[in-house]
């Protein structure tokens, strides 16, 4: 039977619960147990997809086609499991499922109520689809003490009463503050919190202390003994200087030991620390430097590209070299200051996006990369925006546009129903926003000899989408007469899922999104060619 852990914030947020819970599957993981890792999201929207990345960081997509949380992200990332749908809820999508079972009359002649049928809902999704794990993480979502929390603790409480109190282990993840001025460690804001976890009956099992000093023996056994937890189960995490030493860190303070404990298993492997030790070394130490640009809309957010920022940096560790990151707010980039702004880089990203702000300055941006031969990635929306540009300057289509930003007669990139039927446009039918896009994993077909193809080192891919508008394969033939390529197209040859140029050192758009896939152990190969390529240009 699987293992319950559940993971608590207390304090205050952004604590690295998403990270702490991430490590912890690794370790467990790498000492051979099979491991699920989960997010319940407090908020009520249905699902991240909807909300601004300014509001919530970016929206990731799992192979199945769920817009979650980033923290599935990170999971992926750490763990190498791959996430599903199943693996995120909300608050809003537990309402929407009891009120529509409440429409359709299952619960009749009943009051309908948050408990039982919300937390019932909530422990229906916690053992949802497990099959043959040994340990099933959740990470529970916000801090203890919030309204929003409360249904999540309570049916969290009443799984831990159903399955048994020796199978759920309750982690709970605080601050504990360095007071410069007395110079002291706090314990009491950890306490406080605990307190409150066990006013609604969950006495945590382990404590994981976020730290920016090392915590002494004292403060440890304050905590120890006013939270009633083993003095072994405090455990510290200072912060780190890289994300990739957050499993070295938890393992040196035995996490994945104190964990098995509880569940008095004896395990025999020990956790394989060495790819984390080599990265973290690498990143730590590399020399060699390359200055990329991501221009986009949300960069002042440094959440809002999470797995973009990662899957460069993933390209740096491929070629043993820093990336540093230039953002630049599109809205900002005067075209006219272009060149300026950009000397200083080897590299330029145009990342996804929506909405017409700020795309005359990413138009710019690419032309000027286009024309001066500097590597240039475009995804999603920064495809679309290089079919625009060159439609624009290279096929002389002035006025080329999406119809994203309005009805036009010169959209290269556009809703399928808008050149499906005989070539006559016709408006999209798509009024509901929410989960409505293309989403999760599509295969495409490269064309043999191309740039990607060779990159890729094979003719067949798979990769994670989200967007509603295509690139209206009609022009495809006046794009290669001039020398884009529409390398990589959708099996059924209807939609073109990657561009190139011919005459250029490195100039690739994808429609999809190659950032979720690339793991620090696993660096995408068109993040490492990007950054090979920066580098090379770096050197002229
Ligand atoms: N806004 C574009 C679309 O919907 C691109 C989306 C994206 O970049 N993820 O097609």
Redesign the pocket.
């Known amino acids: 039977m699987a293992r319950y852990i559940f993971v608590t914030g207390g304090v205050v947020s952004s604590l690295g619960k998403g990270l702490s819970s991430a490590s912890l599957a690794y370790l467990l993981q790498s000492r051979g147990y099979k491991v699920r890792i989960r997010k319940l999201d407090p908020y009520l929207n249905v699902d991240p997809g909807t909300m601004s990345p300014f509001q919530h960081g970016e929206v990731y997509v799992t192979n199945d086609g769920a817009e979650t949380d980033l923290d599935l992200g990170h999971y992926e990332r750490f763990s190498g499991i791959t996430a599903k749908q199943s693996d995120n809820i909300t608050t809003g999508k537990i309402y929407s499922d009891v009120l529509k079972r409440e429409r359709q009359g299952k619960y009749l002649g009943k009051t309908v109520q948050v408990i039982p049928h919300i937390t019932n809902r909530i422990k229906e999704f916690i053992k949802n689809d497990v099959v043959k794990e040994d340990f099933v993480i959740c990470e529970i979502g916000g801090t203890v003490g919030d309204i929003e929390s409360l249904p999540f603790l309570e049916a969290i409480r009443q799984f831990s009463n159903e399955i048994g109190r020796n199978n759920t282990l309750f982690i709970h993840l605080t601050l504990v503050p360095y007071m410069k001025a007395s110079d002291e460690i706090k314990t009491k804001p950890t306490q406080h919190s605990v307190k409150e976890l066990r006013s609604i009956g969950i006495q945590p099992d382990i404590i994981i202390c976020r730290s920016e000093r090392t915590i002494p023996i004292d403060q440890r056994k304050k905590i120890s003994l006013f939270c009633n937890v083993d003095i072994e189960d405090v455990i510290e995490t200072v912060d780190v200087k890289t994300i990739y030493e957050a499993p070295i860190s938890f393992n040196k303070e035995k996490l994945d030991k104190r964990v098995l404990k509880f569940f008095k298993i004896h395990s025999k492997k020990k956790a394989n620390l060495n790819p984390w030790k080599k990265i973290t070394k690498l990143v730590l130490n590399s020399r060699d430097q390359v200055n990329i640009a991501v221009i986009g809309k949300y960069v002042e957010l440094k959440d809002a590209y999470k797995s973009l920022d990662e899957a460069l940096t993933h390209g740096g560790i491929a070629n043993n070299l820093k990336v540093n990151l230039r953002r630049i707010e599109s809205d900002h980039l005067n075209p006219k200051q272009i060149k300026q702004k950009l000397n200083s880089v080897s590299g330029i990203l145009i990342p996804?996006?929506?909405g017409k702000r700020g795309t005359e300055g990413k138009i710019a941006a690419i032309n000027y990369a286009r024309i001066n031969k500097i590597p240039f990635f475009g995804?999603?929306?920064g495809m679309?925006m290089a079919i625009i540009e060159f439609a624009r300057n290279q096929l002389n289509i002035k006025k080329a546009t999406s119809s994203?930003f309005g009805p036009s007669k010169a959209s290269v990139v556009g809703l399928m129903s808008e050149w499906s039927k005989d070539g006559q446009l016709i408006k999209g039918t798509d009024k509901n926003l929410g989960g409505t896009?293309r989403l999760g994993s599509y295969e495409a077909r490269l064309k043999k000899d191309t740039k990607i193809s060779k990159i890729y080192k094979t003719l067949k891919i798979e990769e994670r989408h989200?967007?509603?508008?295509e690139v209206n394969i009609n022009f495809k033939e006046k794009f290669e007469n001039k020398g884009m390529i529409f390398s990589g197209l959708s099996p059924d040859k209807k939609l073109p899922e990657t561009i190139e140029l011919k005459d250029h050192p490195w100039f690739i758009g994808v429609q999809f999104?190659p950032e979720f896939k690339s793991r620090p152990l696993v660096p995408h190969p068109l993040f490492s060619s990007f950054i090979k390529a920066a580098k090379i240009n770096s050197k002229k």
């Open positions: 996804g996006g929506f995804i999603c929306f679309q994203e896009m989200r967007h509603r508008y999104h």
